[in-house]
C-alpha cells in the first residue's frame, strides 16, 4: 500500500518489466489516494474555491492541495483557527468546496466543517448565488416562528450525515479489541472494522520494560482508545496506556472521596516535593508531606513503594496532590496503642536505627521511638554512638524501662551474656594465667587489658623480681605481657595481676626439675 499516485506504479512496472522478463507483480495498491484526489478534482472544477484540512507534512493532503489548486484558488487549513484566520480571503467566494487527507482526524474535520457553518451564519461569507451542494456556504435566515415548522434544509442534512459518517471513527474512542497477532514491538487487534488495529509497545503500558510476549496471547481481549485512523492504508493506531490512564483518574477520583489509601512507586524527586506513580497516574506529594524530616534529603524515597492519601485532585488539569504522612501518621497511632498495650519490661524487639545522638541512639521499634542511652551500647568505653551504630542498621534491643505517662521507652542494646565480667568469672578464675596489654601506668603500677572492658592492676611490686624505681622501666605502652590474675573484687570490679610471680614459677621450675626419674639419676650421680 502506497499514497504514491498510481501513475508512479504504472512507470515502475514498466522499468521493472524491462529488467527483469520473468517479474511477477502483485497490486496491492490502495485506491483510497486516488479516487479522493479524484472526487477533491471534480468537486473544485465546480467552486469557486477549495479548503483542503489536514497536517502540512502529510503526502495525502500536499498532493489534495496541488490537485484543487489546479482547478481553483485553494488554501490548506490544520485546523479551525488556521480558517478563521483565512475568513477575509474566503469572503470573496461565493461556493467553497472542503476535501481533508485520509490521515486526517475526523474530529479535526468536524470542527473546520463547523466553524465554516459559523462564519456562514455570521454572513463573511455572503452568498450572491446559488450554493454548492458539497458545501452550502449560507442558508437564508428563516424567522423564529417559522423555523419551528419549516423542513430541513441541505445543510441540515449534510450534518447530519457528516454526524453518522465520523460515528465510530473519531479519536479517543473507547472500544474492545481481541488480539489476533503478537510481536515484541506491536500488538495486532480486532476491533470489529474493516480497519486492522495496532498497539505500539510504548502505547501498551508506561513500563519501559514490558514484555508484549510474555504479558498478551492471542484471543485478549483488551481495552483499547483510537489515537489515529488511517484509512489510505487501512489501520488504525490504538492505545491501552491511555485507556488504562483514563480508568486510573475514575480511581483517584473515588479514593480521594472515599479516603482509600493507595499504593504507589516514588519515580521522581522534583522541585518542592516528589512525584508517586500509582496506577498509570502521577501523583505529586509536597515535601511537607512526605513524613521526612524537614532537613532530610528527598533523594532516600526515590525508588521505594509507600502507601498514601489523595487530598486534593483537579479533575479539568488531572492533576492529584497526596500525602505520605497522612497514612504514616495513622499507623503510628495504631502501632503506638498496640505498644503500650502490650510492651513489658526485658521484652525483646527488632528495630531499626533511626538517629544517632551525641548521648545515644534513637530505635525505630515499628511506629515508636526507643532511646538507647551511650552507656547502653557496648561494655566498653563508648566516645560516640557511631562507634557501634549507624543509621539504618537493622538491631535487636530489649526493653529496659518505660514511662507510658511521659511516653518514655528507655532501650539495651548490650547483651548480658557479653559481659566481660561474667566472662571472667567463668573463664578466668584466681590463678590463671593470660595474655594482657599494657594500656596505662600510675605511679604504683600499670595498667593491662585483660578482657575488652577490664583492666587490671599490676602492682610496682609486682612488675619485676627485682625493685624497680617506676613502671616505665621495664613496660611501654601497647606492650604484650603474660600476667598471672591473683586476685578479683566483682564487687567492686578489681583485677590484680602479676608478672613476678610468672617469673618466680620460672625459677622454680629450673631450680627442682619435674621429671623425678631425671632427678634421681642425678641424685645417684652426686653420690658417685
Not at 430 to 457: H, K, M, N, W
Request: proline letters at 3%; a negative charge; aromatic letters at 6%.
Amino acid at each position: 500500500q502506497t499514497t504514491f499516485h498510481a501513475g508512479e506504479w504504472t512507470k515502475s512496472i514498466k522499468i521493472l518489466k524491462n529488467l527483469c522478463t520473468h517479474a511477477k507483480i502483485f497490486d496491492t495498491i490502495c485506491n483510497a489516494t486516488q479516487s479522493r484526489q479524484k472526487e477533491a478534482k471534480q468537486l473544485a472544477t465546480s467552486c469557486q474555491a477549495m479548503v483542503v484540512i489536514g497536517d502540512r507534512l502529510s503526502s495525502n493532503t500536499g498532493k489534495l492541495l496541488s490537485v484543487c489548486a489546479e482547478s481553483c484558488p485553494s488554501f490548506l487549513v490544520e485546523g479551525c483557527e488556521e480558517l478563521r484566520q483565512n475568513k477575509k480571503v474566503l469572503s470573496r467566494f461565493h461556493t467553497i468546496g472542503c476535501t481533508a487527507g485520509a490521515s486526517t482526524p475526523a474530529r479535526t474535520i468536524k470542527e473546520v466543517l463547523s466553524t465554516m457553518s459559523e462564519l456562514t451564519n455570521e454572513e463573511i461569507l455572503a452568498p450572491e448565488e446559488p450554493q454548492s451542494a458539497e458545501f452550502p456556504a449560507e442558508e437564508t435566515a428563516a424567522p423564529e416562528a417559522a423555523e419551528e415548522t419549516a423542513p430541513a434544509t441541505e445543510e441540515d442534512e449534510f450534518s447530519a450525515a457528516l454526524e453518522a459518517s465520523l460515528q465510530g471513527m473519531s479519536t479517543d474512542q473507547k472500544v474492545k479489541g481481541i488480539v489476533t497477532a503478537i510481536n515484541p514491538s506491536e500488538i495486532q487487534v480486532d476491533i470489529g472494522r474493516k480497519q486492522t488495529g495496532y498497539v505500539a509497545a510504548n502505547e501498551y503500558s508506561n513500563d519501559p520494560n514490558a514484555d508484549l510476549t510474555a504479558e498478551v496471547h492471542v484471543g485478549d481481549v483488551l481495552d483499547l482508545i483510537i489515537l489515529k485512523t488511517n484509512d489510505n492504508e487501512g489501520t488504525v493506531q490504538l492505545s491501552k496506556k491511555k485507556f488504562d490512564a483514563g480508568q486510573a483518574w475514575v480511581t483517584i477520583t473515588q479514593a480521594e472521596e472515599e479516603g482509600t489509601v493507595l499504593t504507589g512507586k516514588v519515580i521522581d524527586v522534583i522541585k518542592g516535593g516528589v512525584l508517586v506513580f500509582t496506577s498509570g497516574v502521577r501523583i505529586f506529594v509536597p515535601a511537607s508531606l512526605t513524613g521526612l524530616p524537614r532537613n532530610e534529603a528527598l533523594e532516600g524515597l526515590k525508588g521505594q513503594e509507600v502507601q498514601f492519601r489523595i487530598i486534593e485532585v483537579n479533575k479539568q488539569k488531572r492533576r492529584a496532590v497526596g500525602s505520605i504522612r497522612a497514612v504514616t501518621q495513622e499507623a503510628r497511632k495504631t502501632a503506638e496503642k498496640n505498644f503500650w498495650d502490650t510492651a513489658e519490661v526485658g521484652q525483646v524487639l527488632q528495630g531499626k536505627v533511626k538517629s544517632l545522638v551525641s548521648y545515644g541512639a534513637f530505635v525505630d521499634i515499628g511506629g515508636l521511638d526507643g532511646m538507647v542511652h551511650i552507656s547502653e551500647l557496648s561494655w566498653q568505653r563508648v566516645k560516640d554512638p557511631s562507634e557501634v551504630l549507624h543509621v539504618g542498621d537493622e538491631v535487636e534491643v530489649y526493653i529496659k524501662s518505660l514511662d507510658p505517662e511521659k511516653k518514655k521507652i528507655s532501650l539495651g542494646y548490650r547483651k548480658a551474656e557479653e559481659n566481660p565480667w561474667e566472662v571472667l568469672r567463668t573463664q578466668y578464675a584466681v590463678g590463671t594465667e593470660a595474655d594482657a596489654t599494657i594500656v596505662s601506668f600510675t605511679s604504683f603500677g600499670a595498667f593491662a587489658r585483660v578482657l575488652p572492658g577490664i583492666d587490671g592492676l599490676i602492682h610496682i611490686s609486682q612488675i619485676a623480681n627485682r625493685r624497680i624505681e617506676k613502671p616505665q622501666d621495664e613496660l611501654q605502652i601497647g606492650q604484650a605481657v603474660r600476667v598471672k590474675i591473683v586476685g578479683v573484687d566483682f564487687d567492686k570490679r578489681r583485677v590484680s595481676l602479676s608478672i613476678r610471680a610468672l617469673l618466680e614459677d620460672e625459677t622454680e621450675e629450673a631450680a627442682y626439675p619435674e621429671d623425678e626419674e631425671n632427678a634421681i639419676v642425678a641424685s645417684s650421680n652426686t653420690e658417685d
